[in-house]
């Protein structure tokens, strides 16, 4: 959802019209297909529901409850502040001042979107480790190296904060690059300073899109699984699998599931509110004015952002590349991880774009209730749409019979989890793109004799041609990176690069989860980089 394409200047920040209310007697083909795209997505966690009201015959005490709830909510809370401050700070220099290396960082600090946030944990633990080189180089100087210690919560907090910024840094650059040129004029003729007019006048402006930039970091946050995990701190998250891997009860992962859902349903109430009522103004003719910053502050703002890239993908994956080098992979293993990561990805990106194309277009010009029906998917952690669907995957695996039936029934189901988590984060784009379709179009299509599929098939798609690509590449790399899901409905001796890394790094054998790890960062980084790319030339401003 954060690498939105904004179609033009005028459609930014707009809100969708609303359209006539949903009626079955007015339902066509289109729209029955998107109510029905959009129960598919609801389904599991429906089904959540239903079996966490059943009796759980074991479960963690209500003790560590109160713990998983407690760290659950600092942990939150702590990468809200942390991933808002360094979004809003890095987006501020690149929209608004000049600085050595501007061009290349205002796409290159999105890039941490293909480095999952576990890859980073991997790399952070280790190099800050007790018998690792920073540690050994502070104790050769007599200094206390104990501080850096990043297995702690205030760690897991600084490294998600890396791993989650760029959804604040591309909301936030998209509201300054929207805000009208006069405001911030009128500013600095009243006696403001550059600064002052960011805390007086910008940074207001733009609450609502860093409220939704953050709300979009804290639902990443409580979907994260195997960066908390690694680092030993214990979120409800980490709660769902363990209640059904460790104690064997699904009813009881269902109700740390009910939690998560909440949570996670609140962060999409308030991503929804930050956005809904915001018009774009517009700006003059002018180009929006940069500052230029001086040697000095410029070289200043070019360390913060270098610093910025160095800690959230560079740092990490580059010692990830020494630790790999000090062990020989397991090649045979790693090209079949690699090729079913690449293979899961390309078969769940089909299933979801087929879903999220089939609610984009039957709601377009209607109530938008089924595409709101979808979002609760992306606010839904893997783990939870995963738990919701082990009522099916039981009856499926025990009615399967042989054992290849059995897998394939599993798969099935492993891409519908997929689909029915990212079947939003595909809409958003698509949705995007389909604002390029004006009602003239629409008019002059059903004047010349086309029907409503027939208008869809040859003007909105091809209009909306290059949203589509968006939003598959988007889910491409959200099904490479997803692990909760895959870890618990996965059939036997199934493993991608995720699941191969996960295993290696709970053995401690980061030398070889080095090599998933970073074949899974390359295979995302192209993807990013182009949608990264793109994003920056699509919008108010981005040619500048």
């Not at 998250?237 to 740390?256: I, K, N």
């Not at 194309?357 to 606010?379: E, H, Q």
Request: charged share 10%; hydrophobic share 55%.
């Amino acid at each position: 959802m954060a690498l939105t394409e904004v179609p033009a200047p005028e459609a930014a920040f707009a809100r969708r019209p609303r359209g006539a209310p949903w009626t079955l007697a007015a339902a066509s083909p289109l729209r029955l297909a998107a109510l029905l795209a959009a129960a598919l997505v609801v389904l599991p966690l429906i089904a959540v529901t239903f079996l966490a009201l059943q009796p759980a015959e074991a479960g963690p005490s209500p003790a560590i409850l109160a713990r998983y709830a407690q760290d659950t909510a600092l942990l939150a809370a702590g990468v809200a502040l942390g991933a808002t401050g360094l979004g809003a700070v890095a987006a501020w220099l690149v929209v608004m001042h000049r600085f050595p290396g501007r061009g290349l960082f205002e796409w290159a600090l999105a890039l941490p979107l293909a480095a999952p946030a576990y890859v980073l944990a991997y790399g952070w633990a280790d190099l800050l480790d007790v018998a690792g080189p920073v540690h050994t180089a502070l104790r050769t100087a007599g200094l206390d190296p104990n501080w850096l210690q990043v297995r702690t919560l205030p760690g897991a907090v600084l490294i998600l904060s890396f791993a989650f910024y760029p959804y604040v840094y591309l909301t936030a650059r998209a509201a300054f690059l929207s805000q009208p040129v006069c405001s911030l004029d009128a500013a600095r003729t009243l006696g403001c300073s550059p600064r002052q007019a960011f805390f007086r006048v910008a940074l207001p402006l733009a609450r609502p899109a860093l409220a939704a930039g953050a709300a979009l970091a804290i639902m990443e946050t409580l979907a994260d699984y195997g960066a908390v995990t690694y680092l030993g701190v214990q979120t409800l998250t980490t709660g769902v699998v363990r209640a059904f891997t460790s104690y064997g009860s699904p009813e009881a992962a269902a109700r740390l599931s009910l939690a998560l859902l909440g949570a996670a349903a609140l962060m999409l109430w308030l991503e929804r509110s930050g956005r809904s009522g915001q018009t774009y103004a517009a700006r003059s003719g002018r180009p929006l004015g940069r500052t230029d910053l001086g040697p000095v502050a410029g070289a200043m703002a070019a360390t913060f952002c270098t610093a910025l890239l160095l800690a959230a993908l560079l740092i990490p994956a580059i010692w990830l590349a020494v630790r790999a080098g000090q062990a020989a992979p397991d090649l045979p293993r790693l090209a079949r991880a690699g090729a079913t990561s690449v293979g899961m990805a390309a078969a769940g990106t089909a299933v979801t774009l087929g879903l999220a194309v089939a609610i984009a277009f039957g709601a377009r010009g209607r109530t938008a209730w089924p595409a709101r029906m979808a979002s609760l998917g992306y606010a839904t952690p893997g783990a939870v749409m995963a738990i919701g669907l082990l009522a099916p995957a039981a009856l499926v695996w025990r009615t399967a019979g042989a054992p290849a039936a059995s897998a394939i029934a599993g798969l099935v189901l492993l891409l519908y989890a997929y689909a029915a988590r990212l079947t939003a984060a595909a809409l958003e784009p698509i949705d995007a793109g389909l604002t390029r379709v004006t009602p003239s179009m629409d008019r002059a299509a059903r004047t010349l004799g086309e029907t409503e599929a027939g208008a869809l098939r040859r003007v909105h798609a091809p209009v909306a041609r290059g949203a589509l690509w968006t939003a598959a590449l988007l889910v491409f790399v959200d099904v490479l990176k997803e692990l909760p899901a895959t870890l618990i409905l996965r059939p036997f001796n199934f493993d991608t690069l995720a699941v191969a890394a996960s295993n290696y790094a709970s053995d401690e054998r980061l030398a070889q989860a080095a090599w998933p790890a970073l074949l899974l960062v390359a295979l995302a980084v192209g993807p990013v980089l182009f949608l990264s790319r793109r994003v920056a030339r699509s919008r108010p401003g981005g040619r500048l």
